[in-house]
């Protein structure tokens, strides 16, 4: 079936360091992924959604240059966080569901853990 | 607007007895309805879904859902619980209508605890 691998799953790192996180789609093409942020004991919120080929879209409240997406290809979409705090700190977890398909399930990627020092 | 509520945060049951975990939707559209499992530190993993068929849905590891269009509800259930259903349980509605991809409301999540 569909796999999503999301990269790295841990990150410890210290206060003011960019850190990347991506997210592949193993065995077919997503033009579109999603980049949901989980605090502890708390549900999913949609950041943005990353196209590819152009701009994401992002959510109230998400600060587009602090949370940088670029979606480069069909199977790679990588979240950047600039300039990390111990706010930033937080599990981040992408999803896509596959192209062509509508209100089918979307397929997640096992999430990162990001900690900022 | 679309919306999700799990009724409960928090279930606890012994194992070999019933789960019951309740979730209600608003949808202004025919709504597509998902419920996802998520262990810890783990992404999420799809245990069924409702997409306008059979208003009763099985699932995987003998979780089953009943769309109950009368009372906007979509309760997961499972006739015996087991130790490693113990996880996070989220009630998703999908927003996908007009061509676009689907984008998720999530509920607020069910944690089930599963007693020896």
């Known amino acids: 079936g569909a796999v999503v691998s999301q990269h790295p799953s841990w990150v410890i790192c210290k206060s003011g360091t960019s850190v990347k996180i991506e997210c592949r789609s193993l065995d077919f093409q997503a033009t579109t992924m999603f980049w949901y942020r989980q605090f502890p004991k708390q549900s999913l919120m949609l950041m943005a959604t990353?196209?590819?080929?152009?701009?994401?879209?992002?959510e109230q409240g998400v600060e587009k240059d602090k949370f940088l997406i670029n979606h480069a290809s069909l199977t790679l979409s990588t979240l950047t966080v600039t300039s990390a705090h111990p706010e930033d700190s937080s599990f981040y977890i992408c999803?896509?569901?596959?192209?062509?398909?509508?209100?089918?399930?979307?397929?997640f990627g096992d999430g990162t853990r990001l900690s900022i020092l | 607007a679309q919306s999700v509520t799990q009724l409960d945060s928090h279930v606890s049951v012994s194992e070999g007895t019933p789960v019951l975990l309740r979730c209600n939707y608003s949808?202004?559209?025919?709504?597509?309805l998902f419920w996802y499992v998520q262990h810890p530190n783990k992404g999420l993993q799809l245990l069924l879904k409702?997409?306008?068929?059979?208003?009763l849905v099985k699932g995987i590891n003998g979780f089953e859902a009943e769309f109950k269009k009368s009372e906007t509800s979509f309760h997961l259930t499972k006739p015996s619980a087991h130790m490693s259903d113990a996880a996070e349980y989220f009630c998703v509605v999908s927003l996908g209508y007009g061509g676009s991809q689907g984008n998720l409301i999530f509920g607020k999540g069910t944690k089930l605890s599963v007693k020896p």
């Open positions: 999803s896509a569901p596959v192209s062509g398909t509508l209100n089918q399930p979307q397929h």
């Open positions: 990353s196209n590819e080929g152009s701009k994401a879209t992002y």
């Open positions: 409702y997409t306008s068929a059979a208003t």
């Open positions: 949808s202004s559209y025919s709504p597509s």
